[in-house]
Nanobody
């Protein structure tokens, strides 16, 4: 089992930016597809973005052009750079790998 630990959440004003990090344990990070999900208050968890081992990325329509997923295999870490944040981006953000491990989540709140 791989442990995933998210960090970087917080309170930010609309239009602001945050960078989330997800650090993974173990030695197989570089061959994993990694993803960010989010769960807004009272709603279901949804896929935000994913990145393959080869660096291919894909995004949900709601975040495309504002969010960027990236990875640093030397640090066993995947990132989510979030720009031009909107109140509707408020959610708990989770990272997940392609063998079913989830992090504990980090809260992002966008509010003035």
């Amino acid at each position: 089992q791989v442990q995933l630990v998210e960090s970087g959440g917080g309170l930010v004003q609309p239009g602001g930016s945050l960078r989330l990090s997800c650090a993974a344990s173990g030695s197989i990070f570089s061959i994993m597809t990694m993803a960010w999900y989010r769960q807004p208050p009272g709603k279901q968890r949804e896929l935000v973005a994913h990145i393959t081992s080869g660096g291919y990325t894909n995004y949900a329509d709601a975040v495309r052009g504002r969010f960027t997923i990236s990875r640093d295999n030397a640090k066993n870490t995947v990132y989510l750079q979030m720009n031009s944040l909107k109140p509707e981006d408020t959610a708990i953000y989770y990272c997940k790998n392609n063998i079913g491990d989830w992090g504990q989540g980090t809260q992002v709140t966008v509010s003035s």
